[in-house]
């Protein structure tokens, strides 16, 4: 059964230019889509994976959610043809001579477990490097399935798929990106691509909606990380890396993993402000600075806020400005646990960090709060 939601065309259809030499991404067609600066709920990092799909002739499904660029090398070709750095199928043909052509309702799919369960609120289709073997149309579909499904399970006529993004066409070497306004926490995704060809990336932007039972049997988890449902609301510079970073899953493996701001030359300081996943009490927080040698921040402060109560709540420093030595993991305990439900890192005077950790326990008015939006969301 699939339920039907209208959503915005992509921005682009149509061919691209064939490759001319040089630069491939030259002529690469892309946009600012308002919903990007949310987390890539298919990142790999987060657990995210292509779980199945019915063809993968000419390259491989896993390609899809690679964190990288696609990357493409005209002189590559395998035994099956040109090695191309996404997921592409065969060309599909009709049931005759005299019907040659694909029929209307064929189409490709792969599955994709996304890494923190959430609300889609965009989704970016990118066919780069696909020119002339990108697909026609795509459309998306989600479902929310607890556990772990197997792709036999999720394709049984028992699981309910809700679409996302209605078929659409979309553009070949381009970032087609499409707004989702669909209320709802998803587990899986399906991809479809309409009748075939490749599609180079996957990203899925949205806020992440955990397992209130999970937390609670957790009891003192990190109450900003991304998994947890942590957000990054703003900061002052993203020049080099983003700040969502700083609440990805384990810690730092190199330098861009992290955030890291451009050199000051004024006598101001760089910060990123959070959202809790909800009101929670903070007994303990780590600032890493793990692969950030040279260019660590200096100092930093951390600062908490309670704005459950009237929407407002006045900032509180629960670390006072403290001396960070570069790629190195620093803890902290608090003298007393500091109730909030957003947090603040302020450096002095630029530079970075890599991971910032928040460890403590919801309070009853958060868990009520939590529990209450993962019911409205079909939790």
Do not use: C
């Amino acid at each position: 059964m699939t339920a039907q939601h209208s959503s915005p065309s992509a921005r682009f259809t149509g061919d691209a230019n064939p490759y001319g030499g040089g630069d491939p991404y030259a002529d690469y067609r892309t946009a600012d889509f308002p919903f990007t600066h949310l987390a890539d709920l298919a990142d790999r990092r987060l657990g995210a994976g292509v779980v199945a799909a019915n063809d993968e002739f000419f390259a491989q499904r896993e390609n899809l959610l690679l964190p990288e660029r696609a990357e493409f090398d005209p002189e590559h070709f395998g035994h099956k043809g040109k090695v191309m750095d996404g997921w592409e199928t065969r060309r599909r043909r009709g049931t005759s001579a005299e019907h040659p052509w694909p029929a209307d309702e064929d189409h490709d799919w792969a599955l994709i477990r996304l890494g923190a369960p959430g609300v889609v609120r965009g989704v970016v289709v990118d066919t780069a490097h696909f020119r002339g073997n990108y697909p026609q149309a795509v459309s998306v579909e989600g479902t929310s399935v607890p556990g772990s499904p197997s792709p036999e399970e999720l394709l049984s006529g028992d699981v309910k798929w809700t679409t996302l993004v209605p078929r659409t066409p979309v553009g070949g070497h381009a970032a087609n990106g499409f707004a989702v306004s669909v209320e709802q926490r998803f587990t899986h995704l399906r991809l479809n691509q309409h009748p075939d060809g490749g599609i180079a990336r996957l990203r899925v932007h949205g806020e992440v909606v955990p397992d209130p039972a999970w937390l609670a049997a957790l009891g003192t988890f990190d109450v900003v990380a991304l998994e947890n449902g942590g957000q990054v609301e703003d900061a002052s510079n993203l020049f080099y890396s983003p700040a969502t970073n700083t609440i990805q899953p384990g810690r730092s493996r190199k330098m861009d993993d992290g955030w890291e701001t451009r050199r000051r030359r004024d006598r101001g300081h760089d910060w990123i402000r959070y959202r809790l996943v909800a009101q929670a009490q903070i007994r303990a927080l780590e600032i890493d600075t793990a692969y950030l040698k040279g260019n660590s921040a200096g100092w930093a402060s951390v600062s908490v806020r309670d704005a459950a109560a009237d929407g407002t709540g006045e900032w509180r420093e629960v670390l006072p400005r403290t001396r960070l030595q570069p790629d190195t993991d620093h803890r902290f305990v608090l003298p007393e646990p500091a109730v909030g439900t957003h947090a603040r890192v302020d450096i002095f005077p630029d530079g970075g960090i890599s991971r910032l950790r928040l460890f403590g326990t919801l309070t009853e008015q958060g868990a009520t709060a939590l529990a209450a939006r993962h019911r409205e969301l079909g939790g």
